[in-house]
């Protein structure tokens, strides 16, 4: 039997009821389509009330993934395989995706339903918000993308796989670079920034289309339901190209994606003056590197290329003002950025002092406070978001809070590039906004969010000495609310209740608990102190389905697995040249910085 005729017979209908099971969701046409034709397993799915409909997608060309930081790589491209999942019932959706708004408009993945068809979802357990406490069984009925009510209901209404369920708000990753492909999958060792970055060239061609759904089918397996994409390009030719990508795989795979657009017009060597390299190399290799700079793009040429990019913008997709980093960045381009956000409300979202050689250049190139620069142009504001925040002092957390700039912390990322832990007690005391970001590097590259979210908590209560920088209900509602801000503002998501978007994960709340003593132990507390992604069981964005998991007791095959063959065609060795020059460039790095060598 073909995977298509797998998927067709596990979906089954009764006649009776109107309820739909479905077992096909964003991620299994991924497993099938981007592995080949190839469906590996078929997890029986959750019940839904509902109609069963049909969808297919097909994609054309389309360019290469940059997983690098602020680093231009040449590089070649490759066409994406034609998906076509043709006539099979793929999942449970309530309303078709907005347009294009006159941009190129793909065919969607997923079945439409009318918008008087409710979807209704039930669980044993369910947390609305981050500020409500645990409650029993519930039904959430969503109609046209939308909540429309929760209610409580009888735990003898539930089935089996129904009462295990703990539903809640999808999660935010409020800082990514879509990476579907790891950097240690292709020799880019962990170690500081600065020289990781180099590292980045060992990176093989990549077809950008799979790359993004891989991404973004790995997050939602994650219960992410929407995420900042910090887009970096591999070849600055292509940005276009990759932008529409990038809004295609977002709209297939099902996920709420801001696109932030990438502004990196300043110091593509290293932060500041080059000068004391110039002992070091000859003086060709010099003057090259000299040269770099001079040919990035400008800033009104990026904000015209940006204009054309709106075309892309749908209901799972937007752009953001995107200056990768204010030592990446001159100064009359982040000015720019500023105007620019105040007069459309577009959100901006930038990189800030994530390293000590960070902090370093921004206190020698702004001696009255980097953020008071920041603050003097416009830039601080609620429409902000900064990334890292590592080696932010008492001072500015108070300002950042006072402006209403929200901080992500990307704790697994800061510990493999060895920036340090940001100093999330100072914020929390601040009152600045905290989201959490997975930021394409998680501790065990399996983008586990809800693993993220722990790290956080613990490494917050480590440095608080004797008291508690963050509550289980902190995290929860920077991965709910605040995350979900930086990414969509304030669309009243992040909570289950009438009239919010439909955005719902729910975990397997019984293996969770398994030993805890009811009476006794605490859902909240088990939650952040147990919950992995192999406990996720079911994502909905928007009211459509968009990955469902139930009745399985471990966690489906790590989709970049069936992937790997289809990203790039031969694995093939750098060559010595390719070698030598990222050991020479990371050799200029460490003298420039004092960085002592990695072990490999």
């Excluded at 490494?459 to 995290?475: C, I, N, Q, Y």
Aim: contains cysteine.
């Amino acid at each position: 039997m073909d995977a298509t005729a797998v998927i067709s017979a596990s979906v089954q209908q009764d006649r009776a009821t109107r309820t739909v099971i479905f077992t096909s969701s964003a991620i299994a046409r991924w497993l099938v389509v981007l592995a080949g034709g190839w469906l590996p397993h078929v997890p029986t799915a959750l019940i839904v009330r509902g109609k069963c409909g049909q969808g297919h997608c097909k994609n054309g060309t389309v360019p290469l993934l940059n997983p690098c930081d602020g680093m231009p790589l040449s590089g070649a491209h490759s066409g994406a395989a034609e998906l076509a999942t043709e006539g099979t019932p793929v999942s449970v959706t309530l309303s078709s995706p907005s347009p294009y708004h006159g941009g190129l408009q793909p065919e969607t993945v997923g079945a439409s339903m009318s918008d008087q068809t409710p979807l209704v979802v039930r669980a044993g357990h369910l947390i609305a918000s981050a500020d409500q406490a645990p409650a029993g069984p519930h039904e959430v009925v969503i109609a046209d993308g939308k909540v429309v009510s929760v209610r409580p209901v009888d735990h003898d209404q539930l089935a089996p796989d129904e009462a295990r369920l703990l539903l809640m708000p999808a999660l935010a990753n409020a800082h990514d670079h879509g990476r579907g492909l790891g950097p240690l999958a292709f020799g880019a060792t962990d170690q500081p920034l600065e020289t990781w970055l180099p590292d980045l060239a060992r990176q093989p061609p990549l077809d950008f289309y799979q790359c993004a759904a891989i991404a973004f089918s790995r997050m939602a397996e994650s219960g992410i339901g929407a995420a900042n994409h910090c887009h970096n390009t591999q070849s600055s030719q292509t940005l276009l190209a990759e932008a529409e990508a990038v809004s295609r795989a977002a709209r297939d795979v099902g996920i709420r994606v801001a696109f932030c657009w990438p502004f990196f017009d300043a110091n593509p060597v290293v932060y500041g003056d080059l000068e004391p390299l110039a002992a070091h190399m000859g003086a060709a290799e010099f003057q090259a590197l000299k040269g770099r700079e001079a040919s990035m793009r400008d800033c009104a040429t990026n904000l015209a290329l940006m204009d054309q990019a709106r075309a892309f913008e749908h209901a799972l997709f937007t752009l953001q003002y995107h200056p990768v980093g204010p030592q990446w960045v001159q100064p009359a381009t982040l000015a720019a950025i500023a105007r620019a956000s105040m007069e459309d409300g577009r959100r901006v979202h930038m990189h800030l002092l994530e390293t000590r050689h960070q902090r370093a250049w921004a206190d020698q190139r702004y001696p009255d406070g980097i953020l008071r620069h920041f603050d003097a142009i416009g830039l601080l504001s609620p429409r902000l978001t900064v990334a890292h925040g590592v080696w932010l002092r008492p001072d500015e957390c108070a300002l950042l809070a006072d402006r209403g700039v929200t901080v992500v912390v990307n704790t697994s990322s800061n510990l493999r590039l060895r920036s340090g832990v940001p100093p999330m007690g100072l914020l929390a005391q601040a009152g600045t906004p905290l989201a959490f970001g997975l930021d394409g590097m998680s501790l065990d590259d399996d983008d586990d969010m809800l693993r993220e979210m722990r790290l956080a908590y613990h490494l917050a209560g480590a440095a608080a000495g004797d008291g508690e920088a963050l509550s289980p209900a902190d995290v929860l509602k920077g991965a709910w609310e605040t995350g979900r801000h930086t990414i969509l503002g304030n669309d009243g998501g992040g909570r289950l209740a009438v009239g919010a978007p439909a955005d719902i994960m729910g975990v397997d709340y019984a293996t969770i608990a398994h030993d805890a003593m009811t009476s006794r132990s605490n859902v909240l507390s088990l939650l952040i102190g147990r919950a992995q992604k192999r406990h996720v069981r079911l994502l909905v964005v928007g009211g459509r389905a968009v990955f469902s998991r139930m009745n399985v007791s471990t966690s489906g095959q790590d989709p970049s697995i069936l992937y790997h063959n289809r990203l790039f065609p031969t694995d093939q060795a750098l060559t010595e040249s390719e070698e030598s020059k990222i050991r020479k460039y990371q050799s200029l790095l460490r003298l420039y910085y004092d960085i002592k060598q990695t072990p490999r």
